[in-house]
């Protein structure tokens, strides 16, 4: 249901106490309901006394019902952030509807005081169709303010009280993801870093690669030392030949 949006531009000069919201409501709901049946009943009576006492309820209605939007005003400002996005639009229909209500007291009153004035049965017939209207929207009303309370959970205690820890973890974990950030950016920086250390590293063991160069001779040295003093190898001499058929030559004194 889309209604142009109203309120009421009137700023009380002192501070609304919270929680009050329940105790007018049940007046808001009874008051109507009342005045209806008191009416049916004057359908038959006919009683001037009956008409007067309809009346007064609605001048105190009016009252009753400007009391209600405006203490139902804190609770809802003062639990809506506390409320989740469809709880959000719940309330600020039922404030909506709640400003119509207001203003429709006030023409309710008017009705009455005209069918008394002008005593016809279609002025009273008009102020009755008014009236069970305003009866209807109003129930529709209390049944969206039934569900913000036990559905939603507006300005019940406990519930406000786990929402609080909600919303004090939701903190934490907002500085607990901005830490992290943080610390990846400081590993980034680290690593960033450390390929050049490495490469710095790596152009030293060029100056301490020249004396290993310069002592391979000397082992080429002692590799080839060996080579020269080298024992030559062992042959097997061939035995001499002898010639048995020369004489010998014995010595003589």
């Known amino acids: 249901m889309n209604l142009p949006v109203i309120d009421i531009p009137v700023k009380l000069p002192f501070d609304v106490p919270l929680l009050v919201h329940p105790i007018f409501v049940h007046f808001v709901v009874a008051i ?33 019902y400007a009391g209600a939007f ?38 309710l009153l008017l009705l009455k005081a005209g069918a008394m004035a002008i005593r016809r049965t279609w002025a009273r017939n008009l102020f009755l169709t008014f009236l069970l209207i305003f009866i209807a929207v109003l129930l529709k009303q209390g049944k969206d303010g039934g569900e913000l309370v036990y559905e939603y959970g507006v300005n019940v205690k406990p519930v406000m009280a786990l929402q609080d820890r909600l919303d004090d973890m939701e903190f934490d974990m907002e500085d607990l993801k901005e830490e992290l950030q ?72």
């Open 182 to 253: 943080k610390a990846k950016a400081e590993c980034a920086e680290k690593s960033t870093t450390a390929p050049a250390v490495e490469e710095g590293n790596a152009t030293t063991p060029s100056t301490t690669a020249e004396p290993a160069a310069s002592q391979k001779p000397a082992e080429d040295n002692k590799t080839a030392a060996p080579a020269q003093n080298e024992v030559p190898a062992y042959r097997e001499s061939q035995p001499a030949e002898m010639n048995y058929s020369a004489p010998v030559p014995i010595p003589t004194h």
């Open 70 to 107: 405006f203490t139902g005003k804190a609770d809802g400002s003062h639990a809506f952030s506390l409320l989740t996005p469809e709880a959000k639009d719940e309330l600020k229909f039922h404030k909506l509807l709640g400003t119509y209500l207001v203003y429709a007291v006030p023409v």
């Open 32 to 64: 109507p309901i009342i005045v209806l049946l008191i009416e049916l009943i004057n359908l038959k009576a006919k009683r001037p006394a009956v008409s007067v006492t309809s009346l007064f309820l609605l001048t105190l209605a009016v009252i009753v």
